[in-house]
């Protein structure tokens, strides 16, 4: 992999006008670090994907091993109505301490008397974690006296949490002005470089794989990325609304009706700037959203009412399979099936596999979004693909060319 989340990587060349977490020392310093354990819990409350948790220990690690101490600070879930027993960090303790093998303390506030308390009483390579910061409201509204108690926590702030930097939140943004010492974390600065990397230095030819199930949460991402790529294979649901905007027949396949127009437009624009456009060939059908459906394989502008495209089938699979192994970049967002059920895993699994055969082959991978990251979990690709990121919604505003708050607010 080029990176991970386990290797410590040199970005003061990427981030050259602020301060970098790779040089910088941390020796009696109190690190504020603005992390994501946003994680799933079970029903008694135990995490169920460390994922997030394991993404920020280098840069935990890297500041106890300087010698200096660590307040972490995080949301968990959409509690509405403040403090929710629910949604509380302390659930996340246990699962952090197992990683750092060490204690961490927790205070049962994210500002005032108690929270301050805990951060004051810190001795050198402590750890401590705040209550979820979203039991206040002042968090999401990016509230300015919110921030500032949170910046006395703390003599430097740091961001690691990409999956939040899209958002202009008190301890994503906000914050940072109040603190005279700020930059990323190992995890962001990742993020941001390999991002960076799609958008201004990637390699030709370069491949961008877009699924999922809507035109619509995709659209800006498409039309950004169509000045830089030289292949464009749209799969997921969202397949059949170009292909029906192009007079096919999709039977009861996932469409949107809306956009029929503006598929036509992306697909024009794509024409004229001379990116390949691939839509599958032929499709996987269903006659019910089950794994026990009866299924049919036949062509995707074919498919007979009462019937439903559910994945990509053997001819699509084929073309895919020589576009990606002649790219030298690949960006992945969007599953090609509903590979959640067995039935219809195949297109994303061997897509999954033809992205870490190029890989190996020197191309440049990138997959992000919540779905393509879980698929390639579940079929073992994680660690054989380029780079894994850990944002959604941030990935995606990244990649549409859209400034992010909580990026410019350590970069500004």
Not at 236 to 242: E, R
Not at 275 to 293: M, Q
Request: glycine share 10%.
């Amino acid at each position: 992999m080029l990176f991970s989340f386990g290797v410590k990587v040199n970005f003061a060349a990427q981030i050259s006008t602020m301060t970098s977490i790779d040089t910088f020392d941390f020796k009696g310093k109190k690190a504020l670090i603005r992390v994501d354990f946003n994680v799933p819990l079970n029903d008694s409350f135990e995490v169920t994907d460390d994922t997030r948790i394991v993404a920020a220990l280098p840069t935990i690690k890297k500041v106890i091993q300087d010698g200096g101490s660590v307040v972490l600070m995080s949301h968990l879930g959409r509690p509405k109505n403040g403090p929710e027993a629910a949604f509380s960090l302390r659930h996340v303790v246990s699962c952090l301490e197992g990683h750092l093998n060490q204690t961490v303390s927790f205070a049962d506030d994210c500002i005032g008397p108690k929270a301050e308390s805990a951060a004051e009483q810190l001795s050198t390579g402590g750890v401590l974690l705040l209550e979820n910061l979203r039991f206040y409201k002042k968090e999401t509204k990016g509230d300015e006296g919110f921030a500032q108690q949170l910046s006395k926590l703390g003599d430097v702030y740091v961001n690691d949490a990409f999956g939040t930097a899209h958002r202009a939140h008190a301890s994503t943004t906000v914050v940072a002005q109040f603190m005279e010492t700020k930059m990323f974390g190992f995890l962001l600065a990742a993020e941001v470089a390999n991002g960076n990397k799609l958008l201004r230095d990637a390699e030709s030819p370069f491949t961008a794989i877009i699924g999922g199930a809507k035109v619509s949460s995709k659209i800006e991402v498409i039309t950004n990325m169509l000045d830089r790529i030289d292949n464009l294979i749209i799969g997921g649901g969202m397949a059949y609304t170009f292909i029906k905007a192009q007079g096919g027949e999709i039977g009861n396949s996932l469409v949107e009706l809306d956009y029929l127009d503006t598929a036509r437009e992306i697909l024009n624009q794509a024409a004229a700037k001379n990116v390949t456009v691939y839509l599958p060939e032929d499709s996987v059908v269903a006659d019910a959203f089950s794994n026990e459906a009866s299924t049919n394989v036949v062509d995707s502008n074919a498919i007979s009412e009462g019937w439903m495209g559910l994945d990509v089938g053997p001819k699509a699979i084929e073309t895919y399979t020589a576009v990606i192994g002649s790219s030298k970049t690949i960006l992945w967002n969007g599953p090609l099936g509903v590979f959640e059920m067995s039935a219809f895993a195949t297109g994303t699994k061997s897509l999954g596999q033809m992205i870490v055969d190029a890989t190996n082959n020197g191309a440049y991978s990138l997959v992000g979004g919540g779905d393509s990251v879980a698929a390639v979990k579940q079929f073992g690709y994680a660690d054989n693909v380029s780079y894994v990121s850990t944002g959604g919604g941030a990935l995606l505003e990244f990649l549409e060319g859209k400034t992010l708050p909580g990026v410019a607010a350590i970069e500004s």
